[in-house]
């Protein structure tokens, strides 16, 4: 069993199962979870679990893509003054960024989203925080307003864009996140495989259902079968991947000295 850090997890939408899903993680070696928020109310939840679980559950607040077609101007700066009143309490801003997706745009078109996602940038630029970055079918975007807002540290979660975009953000020294679908999903694996160990950090983004054949819905203790998804397609040793993907990730979110590692 190694050390894993989930690094992108929606607990707050399973917080009815909430301290099956932490001893369940505790048990499959995971040592910390990256709680993501995606609105004012999921934010809340994620301040409470991250609170009930201090020391493993981490907070990041944020204003995910697929909320904007209920996030009215009020809610948005409501949404806003959460995420800085809670600046110092958080491990990064996210979930945030684009998406692309045509029922995604329909709800909140790029315009809107951009606009958005712009003053989250602002957040981040400010208080220099870490961002934890959606990027659906908007990889190059997204990349570029990063990049334009001078963000020193950005994690693009579940990447399956092109390999053009990727090694720019590497290049940049930003980071990609694998999540279980490294097992099966074509675009994903190609990702994976492209991103040096330095430049990458493991996730499940739960309660996603993933499978081809075999559905099931991911809980924090699936960064293990991200684990073995990215030993395997990077013929490296699970040990070797695990040593470094939780490095990376206690760096990332500057924990280095809070979680223990042994
Ligand atoms: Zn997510």
Same mark, same amino acid.
């Given at each position: =069993? ?73 809610? =948005? ?30 709800? +909140? ?71 279980? +679908? ?35 819905? +991911? ?29 990376? +990730? ?13």
């Amino acid at each position: =069993m190694y050390r894993l850090i989930d690094t992108h997890a929606h607990l707050d939408e399973i917080i009815e199962d909430i301290d099956r899903a932490v001893s369940e993680a505790k048990k499959a070696g995971v040592v910390a979870i990256m709680a993501v928020g995606q609105d004012y109310e999921s934010n809340l939840k994620i301040l409470q679990i991250s609170e009930k679980y201090s020391g493993f559950v981490y907070p990041a607040l944020g204003l995910h893509p697929w909320s904007l077609g209920n996030t009215d101007a009020k809610k =948005m700066s409501l949404t806003l003054q959460q995420i800085e009143d809670n600046i110092k309490k958080i491990v990064a801003i996210g979930e945030v960024g684009l998406d692309y997706d045509k029922r995604v745009v329909a709800s +909140a078109d790029k315009e809107r989203q951009k606009e958005a996602f712009k003053l989250v940038l602002e957040l981040a630029r400010r208080y220099n925080k870490a961002l934890s970055v959606h990027s659906r079918y908007s990889w190059k975007d997204s990349f570029d307003l990063v990049k334009e807002y001078g963000i020193k540290k950005a994690v693009f979660h579940w990447y399956t864009g092109f390999s053009s975009v990727l090694r720019e953000i590497i290049a940049e020294g930003y980071f990609i996140s694998a999540t279980p +679908a490294t097992e099966y999903h074509d675009e994903h694996r190609r990702a994976v495989k492209e991103t040096p160990l330095e430049s990458l950090m493991l996730e499940t983004d739960c309660p996603v259902t993933y499978g081809r054949e075999n559905k099931y819905m +991911a809980y924090p203790a699936d960064v293990g079968r991200t684990l073995k998804a990215v030993a395997q397609i990077k013929t490296v040793s699970e040990k070797d991947i695990a040593e470094q993907t939780t490095d990376n +990730a206690l760096r990332f979110f500057g924990l280095d000295r809070q979680v223990r590692v042994i």
